[in-house]
C-alpha cells in the first residue's frame, strides 16, 4: 500500500503519530540526536517535511515525545510484573523477567534509554526539557520500597532513599549491558547474580548487618 503524504486526516492521526513515534526512536537510538533530522524522520514515517510539525514543532518536542513513550512503556510494564507478586525480592525479580520481554519486543529500546543521559549532557535544551518530566522512575521504584518497608520487608532503620538508588543504579547497569551485549544467555546470568545479591544484601540488612 502506497503511503500517504502531506497532512493526515482526522481519523488515522494517532496512527500518524505513533508511526513519527517509533520512526525516531529507531533514528536517535541508530544515528544519534545530531544526526538525525525531522525531515528524515518525516521520509521513514511516509508525511512530508512540513507535516511532521503538525505533531512536534521541533526537534527537541518529538525527542521528548519519545521519550515518554518509552517511559510509558517501561513503566506500564513494570507496573503489570511487580502486580503479580505481593513480596519485595519477587517483584524485584519480576522487573527483569519485564526487562527481558521488553527487549524481546524492541531490541533498540535500551539502546534509546541508555542515550537519553548522554544525550541530555550535550545538548543544554534538551536536558532542560527532560528535567521537567515526572520522575517516573523515582515514583515507581519509591512506592515499590514504601510498600515492601510497609510490610516489614526492608528495616525501617534503611531510607527509601537509599534502596531506590540503589536499585536504580542496578537497572540502568543492566541495561546498558544489554545494549553492548546481545548474548541472552549472559544477561540471563547477570541478572540471577543482582536476585542472588539482593537476598544476600536485604538479610544482612534485617540482621542488622
Same mark, same amino acid.
Given at each position: 500500500?502506497?503511503?500517504?503524504?502531506?497532512?493526515?486526516?482526522?481519523?488515522?492521526?494517532?496512527?500518524?503519530?505513533?508511526?513519527?513515534?517509533?520512526?525516531?526512536?529507531?533514528?536517535?537510538?541508530?544515528?544519534?540526536?545530531?544526526?538525525?533530522?525531522?525531515?528524515?524522520?518525516?521520509?521513514?514515517?511516509?508525511?512530508?517535511?512540513?507535516?511532521?510539525?503538525?505533531?512536534?514543532?521541533?526537534?527537541?518536542?518529538?525527542?521528548?515525545?519519545?521519550?515518554?513513550?518509552?517511559?510509558?512503556?517501561?513503566?506500564?510494564?513494570?507496573?503489570?510484573?511487580?502486580?503479580?507478586?505481593?513480596?519485595?525480592?519477587?517483584?524485584?525479580?519480576?522487573?527483569?523477567?519485564?526487562?527481558?520481554?521488553?527487549?524481546?519486543?524492541?531490541?533498540?529500546?535500551?539502546?534509546?534509554?541508555?542515550?537519553?543521559?548522554?544525550?541530555?549532557?550535550?545538548?543544554?535544551?534538551?536536558?532542560?526539557?527532560?528535567?521537567?518530566?515526572?520522575?517516573?522512575?523515582?515514583?515507581?521504584?519509591?512506592?515499590?520500597?514504601?510498600?515492601?518497608?510497609?510490610?516489614?520487608? !526492608?528495616?525501617?532503620?534503611?531510607?527509601? *532513599?537509599?534502596?531506590?538508588? /540503589?536499585?536504580? =543504579? &542496578?537497572?540502568?547497569?543492566? #541495561? %546498558? !549491558?544489554?545494549?553492548?551485549?546481545?548474548? *541472552?544467555?549472559?544477561?540471563? /546470568?547477570?541478572? =540471577? &547474580?543482582?536476585?542472588?545479591? #539482593? %537476598?544476600?544484601?536485604?538479610?544482612?540488612?534485617?540482621?542488622?548487618?
Amino acid at each position: 500500500m502506497k503511503r500517504r503524504l502531506g497532512r493526515p486526516t482526522q481519523g488515522d492521526a494517532a496512527e500518524t503519530r505513533e508511526r513519527i513515534l517509533r520512526e525516531a526512536q529507531r533514528a536517535f537510538t541508530t544515528r544519534g540526536y545530531d544526526n538525525t533530522t525531522n525531515r528524515e524522520i518525516a521520509s521513514a514515517a511516509g508525511i512530508t517535511a512540513a507535516a511532521i510539525y503538525h505533531y512536534f514543532p521541533s526537534k527537541v518536542d518529538l525527542f521528548v515525545a519519545v521519550f515518554l513513550d518509552v517511559q510509558t512503556k517501561v513503566f506500564d510494564a513494570f507496573d503489570a510484573a511487580v502486580a503479580r507478586h505481593d513480596t519485595f525480592l519477587t517483584q524485584f525479580d519480576s522487573i527483569f523477567d519485564a526487562m527481558f520481554d521488553l527487549s524481546n519486543e524492541d531490541p533498540m529500546l535500551a539502546g534509546f534509554v541508555v542515550g537519553v543521559i548522554t544525550e541530555a549532557a550535550h545538548h543544554p535544551d534538551l536536558r532542560e526539557a527532560l528535567a521537567k518530566l515526572p520522575p517516573r522512575q523515582e515514583e515507581f521504584l519509591g512506592r515499590m520500597c514504601l510498600a515492601a518497608q510497609q510490610r516489614g520487608e !526492608l528495616p525501617e532503620s534503611m531510607p527509601v *532513599r537509599t534502596v531506590v538508588d /540503589a536499585m536504580s =543504579g &542496578v537497572i540502568g547497569g543492566f #541495561a %546498558r !549491558l544489554a545494549v553492548t551485549s546481545r548474548d *541472552r544467555g549472559r544477561l540471563q /546470568a547477570v541478572a =540471577g &547474580v543482582y536476585k542472588t545479591m #539482593a %537476598r544476600s544484601a536485604l538479610s544482612r540488612a534485617a540482621a542488622g548487618v
